[in-house]
């Protein structure tokens, strides 16, 4: 798996050097206009009042970063965003400008970080899920029940071990500055109501494109698909799957409510983010710059942290009020399912390196 993936990162970085020479790049000489997108996996990128992103500030700019993320930009991970580009300008006084992009304009969680490896954009904030394409040590974050809750998962995440996770990330050109929030992940569909282990069976359920989360719903009985989140709400609409699983903020901001008939708070897992930037990108920023970017993503991921715990009792509300029926799933019935899927997070936790795995619990049995 991982000589497939780095003959395909060689393959694209190849073909990246060659579009580079072709055309111009973040930096290039003074008065050449903001990056070119053309080379980007993403969709359409140009200006548009949802983006506000200005091209005006863009050409006067030392260094531009585009970002983007694959939630639209009602979700807390786009207030982040906003936070972190409010907080960049100001400090280098418009030196950085930033541009933001939501709804998967520049591509899903998987291409816009290519993208990055590629150097054709300059930050995203994935899932963890998804990076364990590329790192497998990060599929530990999506152990099912492995966080008990979220001030334990912010100070793993924040500590010593949460830091070697994210040192992990500069062997793929990626440079991890901070966990932002998405979320523990709650269960919808459009068949019935789930409060057991029993009710899972034979659901179609759109998971992220990650293994593990595979195996842990084939576990339970149901019929697991992986897809990208920019396919999700179409996959939804027209019945490819039954249901899908995110926290109640991405259920009730993407609108799935109107494609789904029922809702559980599963919480089987707890969603990290994680705020990256390409590393030949931050590579290039002169120390103090570096620095901002630095304590910027730290900043704008605690203000996201909080708008997305604030919010997301009143999105359960809300939801019931959209007219979803909301099963609540009892601590007996978790426990019924963390025994259930037991021997697939112990079959993972064997192909990693046994002393990271217990780090990790460790550092859990310590922060509770
Ligand atoms: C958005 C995704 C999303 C994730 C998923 O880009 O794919 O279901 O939970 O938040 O990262």
């Known amino acids: 798996m991982n000589k497939k993936l780095s003959l395909l990162f060689v393959g694209l970085l190849m073909s990246s050097m060659l579009l580079i020479a072709c055309g111009g790049n973040n930096n290039a000489e ?9 080379n980007n996996t993403g969709n359409n990128t140009e200006v548009n009042e949802d983006n506000m992103n200005d091209p005006e500030a863009a050409a006067d700019a030392e260094f531009t970063i585009r970002a983007g993320i694959g939630l639209n930009n009602e979700h807390p991970q786009y207030k982040g965003l906003e936070k972190f580009k409010e907080i960049v300008e100001e400090q280098t006084d418009g030196a950085i400008h930033v541009e933001t992009y ?24 994935p899932s963890t899920a998804p990076i364990a394409n590329f790192i497998s040590e990060f599929s530990i974050f999506d152990f099912p029940f492995l966080f008990p809750n979220s001030d334990v998962a912010d100070e793993v ?80 609409q027209q019945g490819t799957v039954d249901g899908q699983e995110n926290p109640f903020a991405t259920i009730y901001l993407e609108g799935f409510y109107e494609v789904q008939d029922y809702v559980s708070d599963t919480h089987h897992i707890y969603s990290p983010f994680v705020f990256m930037m390409s590393k030949s990108f931050y590579d290039s920023l002169p120390d103090d710059y570096q620095e901002i970017v630095d304590s910027a993503a730290l900043e704008a991921g605690e203000y996201q942290r909080e708008l997305n715990r604030e919010a997301n009792d009143q999105y359960l509300e809300e939801l019931i009020e959209e007219g979803m029926t909301f099963t609540e799933v009892t601590d007996e019935a978790r426990e019924e399912m963390r025994e259930v899927i037991e021997p697939v997070i112990e079959e993972y936790a064997a192909q990693l390196d046994q002393s990271l795995v217990d780090e990790v619990f460790q550092a859990i049995e310590d922060a509770e």
């Not at 998967?104 to 291409?111: A, K, M, V």
């Not at 068949?191 to 989360?213: K, P, W």
């Open 30 to 38: 003074e008065g050449s206009e903001s990056n070119s997108n053309d």
């Open 102 to 125: 939501h709804s998967g304009q520049l591509g899903d969680d998987r291409s816009m970080m290519e993208a990055l490896q590629l150097g054709s954009q300059e930050v995203t904030v």
């Open 157 to 236: 995440l924040d500590g010593e071990v949460g830091q070697k996770f994210l040192d992990m990330l500069d062997d793929q050109n990626l440079k991890g500055l901070a966990y932002w929030e998405n979320g523990f992940r709650d269960l919808t569909n459009s068949d019935r109501e789930v409060a057991t282990v029993e009710d899972f069976e034979g659901l179609t359920i759109r998971t992220m494109e990650n293994d593990l989360h595979l195996d842990a719903f084939r576990a339970m009985g149901a019929n697991p698909t992986p897809m990208a989140f920019t396919e999700l709400f179409t996959a939804l």
